[in-house]
């Protein structure tokens, strides 16, 4: 049996008849760029968010950066933001002439260190950015806590966390619409994934909102008269429309990937060494990636490989022993559990059109491996 990491095609071929309208609409009317379909996007996702705002952009890279400008996480000011993450939530400060101060995780939960950010805080600190990793939100009340008594702006990096949910004050918001701004990834292996790069920005606040219309068009908000130095990062109108097909569904799609993830659990409980991710009770997950933290990490990838079975490894190595990232000064040791989570962690196929069967498979040869 093969087991492909990730397929969209599957999807595509159930729905096929939705996709190819979507696109066809699009490719009638000619609308391309932030065409009608944008806005319909932005605001269902604002509804199904609860979000105030949503705005549609090229990547979640792209929305990163916009962020990260328009908060002021530039020119020497500091940021929080964890070493094990994907390169674009550090290299969005890193670009500007911000200062990206680094920040170890948890080993249990895979989710930043709150309390070690925290002591990290100093005169020149600006703002947090919680990256909400693989199945479930940073502490988001402990995030917010933190910021509340700093003065601090809270950037949420929910690429990877479309349908999670924090407990914050007293209620469960979802991940994105808690902090300053939000952003989503619609990369197309994501939760809610485009046929290429998209993105979306998430705000309660007005002004904010207006300032990251206006960024994502050169800064403009009136065709060639241009108010801030901006970016051209508008999303694609094609993309809008397949990702609305999918917004139908999202739902029952976060549904699949609950169920699939049970079972891994249940077929890879008892197997001598591995560990699965915990999830905290303030938290409700959604599995966007299926981790499982394992001894001979490598030697079981070499196996899962040799047996057609897809896997990916998030993240081979922290930031701060990444050469760009040199500059800041950190060596090997510095950030022990990131460093020790890096050799151990191992994804395995997830997305909502898997079978039990191939499931099954992948269980089984992972305890083959350690028998």
């Known amino acids: 049996m093969k087991v492909p990491f990730y397929d969209s095609t ?18 009638s009317r000619g ?24 705005i549609a952009v090229a990547s979640g890279s792209d929305a990163l950066v916009i962020a990260s400008d328009i908060l ?38 895979l989710d930043m260190d709150v309390a070690q950010a925290a002591a990290k805080v100093t005169d020149k600190t600006k703002g947090i950015i919680p990256v909400h990793l693989f199945l479930q939100p940073t502490p988001m009340q402990a995030v917010m806590d933190l910021a509340r008594k700093h003065g601090l702006k ?64 050169h800064g403009s908000s009136v065709k060639y008269q241009h108010d801030y130095i901006g970016y051209n990062s508008r999303l694609d109108t094609l993309q809008a429309a397949i990702l609305r097909v999918k917004l139908r569904t999202t739902d029952e799609s976060i549904d699949a990937r609950a169920r699939h993830a049970k079972r891994y659990t249940e077929r890879l409980s008892g197997i001598p060494g591995l560990r699965i991710p915990k999830v905290r009770s ?5 599995y966007y990636v299926y981790n499982i933290l394992v001894p001979n990490r490598d030697g079981l990838a070499a196996r899962l490989k040799e047996k057609e079975i897809g896997w990916s490894i998030y993240y081979p190595k922290p930031l701060h022993l990444q050469k760009c990232f040199e500059y800041l000064g950190h060596k090997e040791g510095d950030f022990p559990v990131a460093e020790k989570i890096s050799k151990e962690i191992l994804a395995l196929p997830m997305y909502p059109e898997l079978t039990e069967e191939e499931i099954d498979y992948v269980c089984d040869e992972i305890k083959v491996f350690y028998q």
């Open 10 to 27: 599957r999807e595509y071929r159930a729905r096929k008849a939705e996709f190819d309208a979507a696109v066809q609409g699009v490719m």
């Open 31 to 54: 609308d391309f760029i932030l065409g009608g379909e944008v806005a319909e996007f932005e605001k269902e996702a604002a509804a199904w968010l609860g979000a105030k705002h949503a």
């Open 72 to 109: 002021g996480f530039r020119d020497g000011a500091e940021v929080l933001t964890p070493t094990f993450t994907f390169f674009a939530s550090t290299s969005c400060v890193a670009r500007l002439g911000g200062k990206p101060v680094l920040v170890d995780m948890d080993e249990e939960t």
């Open 154 to 217: 809270v950037l949420e990096d929910a690429a990877e966390a479309w349908g999670m949910k924090s407990l914050v004050d007293g209620a469960w918001l979802k991940s994105g619409t808690i902090g300053d701004i939000g952003i989503y990834s619609f990369f197309p292996t994501k939760t809610l994934g485009a046929y290429g790069d998209a993105g979306l920005m998430t705000t309660d606040d007005d002004g904010l909102a207006k300032k990251i219309r206006s960024y994502r068009v």
């Open 282 to 286: 303030d938290a409700r997950e959604v």
